[in-house]
């Protein structure tokens, strides 16, 4: 095989140190290169970085406040848009390095590249120093004082209880539907939410919507205007009123809306209460299930709320046959219990008095057994001032309306829950008629 030696390298001194190097336009070594050029000229080797500590968020900038876990991507994205200068050169790592927690200080570790020269790249590794800087954002700033809110959703419901208003507040809990809201608070018919924008107001009351058989108003008042730019402030005030009628209530439908739905029996039982109202005949399990905007047309109140339940032992149930969902069909023979016989004490002696057995209707059938208790309302000693209900039949009315069993057994443990439920943070109403969760 014939030898071929391999062409010689020309080698040229370093123009500073003298030190034999490949030929370059610059004629420098790489260690005289770096003294001589600095590419990270420019890029600020100290920074500041704004940290609220209400809602632990950092700015980004320009005004934007995002939340970022420590050493997470968001945070070094945030690092990185504070320091000037690094769209001349090009970013090839960076990453964080590590300090104490309680230091209010963020290293980060760059590793940049630049051309110098033509056909000379540099490349250089540094670090930035990040100060924290403790305060507030703007939303914290505003939601610390007081009266600076911008839109305000008024909820209320004119009900001698707060039944719905407690599932309606787990609602809102566990879908975060008052994230947004700067304050809370309680008053003797309802709950004020106040938003620092309309459009967190406007979100809110569309949620209500899907959740409740609500109507909503809105109004606005003119804080201020400016006739040199053509602009005004407003506060806006959205009044939500949720329908008056409860689950459990005994409800006299209108003759008009009872012969739309079928020609249903007017005398039902709310049965569920969502975006719309669902009622129920419980002689025959018809439903009626009656959108807000419905009953809004013709609104129509309870004859009778939980208030004027009155317990009743079943005696005998037989199961009918008709069934609808979870509800079945069944004849039924209860008495008076003894514990709310007191209540009782006007009724007719003719029939029985207190021990007397009333057969009825039910469409508890699948729940209610012999030796159960259920509470109902007593029709015939009811003492009901409604229009709707008198022009009803009264020989075809029931003496008894069986509306949900209750458990005596389970009240007499006194037994504490190993959980809490939670509860909307509000403030109480002030003033001399203020209205707070105990009253």
């Not at 945070?75 to 300090?99: E, H, P, Q, S, Y």
């Not at 979100?203 to 409740?212: I, P």
């Not at 609104?299 to 939980?306: A, K, Y």
Request: hydrophobic residues 35%; glycine residues 4%; aromatic residues 8%.
């Amino acid at each position: 095989m014939e030898f071929v030696p391999t062409p010689a390298v020309h080698r040229v001194l370093c123009a500073d140190c003298g030190t034999p190097i490949e030929p370059n336009s610059a004629n420098l070594c790489i260690p005289c290169l770096r003294n001589s050029v600095d590419i990270t000229e420019g890029i600020p080797k100290q920074a500041t970085i704004n940290f609220c500590r209400n809602c632990d968020r950092f700015l980004s900038p320009p005004a934007a406040w995002t939340i970022a876990e420590p050493e997470s991507r968001e945070l070094l994205a945030i690092c990185l848009k504070k320091l000037k200068g690094l769209n001349k050169v090009r970013l090839i790592d960076a990453g964080f390095i590590w300090t104490e927690p309680h230091s209010k200080r963020i290293r980060v570790k760059l590793t940049i590249q630049k051309e110098v020269f033509s056909s000379t790249i540099l490349q250089q590794i540094f670090e930035v120093e990040y100060v924290v800087l403790y305060g507030q954002c703007p939303d914290c700033a505003r939601l610390a004082a007081k009266n600076t809110w911008k839109a305000v959703v008024q909820v209320r419901q004119k009900v001698p209880h707060k039944r719905t208003f407690l599932y309606l507040e787990q609602l809102i809990l566990k879908h975060g539907a008052d994230k947004d809201t700067i304050s809370i608070k309680e008053t003797r018919e309802g709950l004020d939410f106040f938003y620092a924008q309309r459009n967190h107001a406007i979100k809110m009351t569309e949620f209500l919507s899907s959740v409740a058989p609500v109507r909503t108003k809105d109004s606005e008042q003119l804080l201020s205007r400016d006739t040199h730019s053509n602009t005004s402030n407003y506060k806006f005030t959205y009044s939500t009123e949720i329908v008056p009628i409860c689950r459990d209530d005994l409800v006299v439908l209108p003759k008009a809306l009872a012969r739309s739905y079928g020609n249903v029996n007017p005398l039902t039982v709310c049965v569920k209460v969502s975006s719309s109202v669902q009622f129920m005949d419980p002689t025959t399990l018809q439903t009626a299930d009656v959108p807000a905007p419905v009953y809004w047309r013709t609104p129509f109140e309870s004859i009778s709320n939980s208030a004027d339940l009155i317990e009743f032992l079943v005696l005998d149930i037989e199961p009918s046959g008709p069934t609808h969902g979870k509800y079945v069909l069944a004849d039924a023979q209860v008495v008076i219990n003894s514990t709310n016989r007191t209540r009782t004490q006007d009724m007719d002696t003719d029939e029985g008095g207190n021990d007397a057995i009333y057969h009825t209707r039910t469409h508890l059938g699948r729940f209610l057994q012999a030796g159960d208790t259920v509470k109902g309302y007593f029709l015939r000693n009811a003492n009901i001032n409604n229009a709707d209900y008198d022009k009803l039949d009264q020989s075809r009315l029931p003496d008894v309306v069986l509306v949900k069993k209750t458990y005596p057994v389970r009240r007499k443990r006194n037994r504490q829950r190993n959980w809490k439920l939670k509860s909307i943070a509000k403030e109480a109403e002030e003033g001399p008629d203020a209205f707070g969760r105990g009253a």
